[in-house]
Each structure stands twice: as structure tokens, then as C-alpha cells.
């Protein structure tokens, strides 16, 4: 059976570079939308201090998650990361939601 990959990804931008980092993930988020039905979550926003970028991400499997970082969207983002983050990209992957937890979802 396959496994939902839930992930969080935490980027912190250069000084000076969260919009240049911004714009960066609007194309990013576009390939998605266009290209990748199996991911399903993604979007982006900033902490209040405007200093982290966190990316909400969901998979339907593994295949998907690779499918995602093999695309040359993403890989653009991976090339022109030195340029634009002041530290490592931080990742936070799971797959489980906590037993007693509920999902909510609106759309």
C-alpha cells in the first residue's frame, strides 16, 4: 500500500532576497499545478518576521515526491538556491497524521 508523504520545508532567504525567493516558488507552485496531479498540497507562505518561507507540501506516495523533486521546476529552484538562501534548505517529512488527530479541509 502506498504511503502519504506529508513534508514541510522551511527556507530562509538572503538578505534582500525574499522577493527574488518569492517569486522563485510562484514558478515553482505554477509547475506543480500544472504538472502534478499526485501532489495534493502545496503552497507557501512567510513567517510574521518575513524571514522564512515555509512550503506545506503533500504527496499521494514516494513516486510522487521523487516525480516533484526530479522536475526541472524544482530543479531550477535547487540551482539558483546559493543565490538566494541564507542557510540549508530545512525539511520536515512524515507520513502519519497523530491518531486523535482531525483532518480539516476546506476549499
Known amino acids: 500500500m502506498s504511503e502519504v508523504i506529508n513534508q514541510v520545508a ?5 538578505e534582500g532576497k525574499l522577493d527574488d525567493l518569492v517569486a522563485e516558488i510562484a514558478k ?8 502534478e496531479p499526485e ?9 510574521a518576521q518575513k524571514t522564512e518561507v515555509i512550503v506545506v507540501e503533500r504527496y499521494v506516495n514516494q513516486a510522487a515526491l521523487d516525480k516533484h523533486m526530479a ?3 524544482f530543479q531550477d529552484l535547487i540551482k539558483k538556491a546559493p543565490e538566494l538562501l541564507g542557510k540549508p534548505l530545512d525539511i520536515k517529512v512524515g507520513s502519519e497524521l497523530l491518531p486523535a488527530s482531525a483532518q480539516v479541509i476546506r476549499i
Open 10 to 14: 522551511i527556507l530562509t532567504p538572503k
Open 28 to 35: 515553482l507552485t505554477k509547475g506543480v499545478h500544472e504538472n
Open 39 to 47: 501532489t495534493l498540497v502545496y503552497y507557501a507562505y512567510t513567517n
Open 71 to 73: 522536475s526541472p521546476y
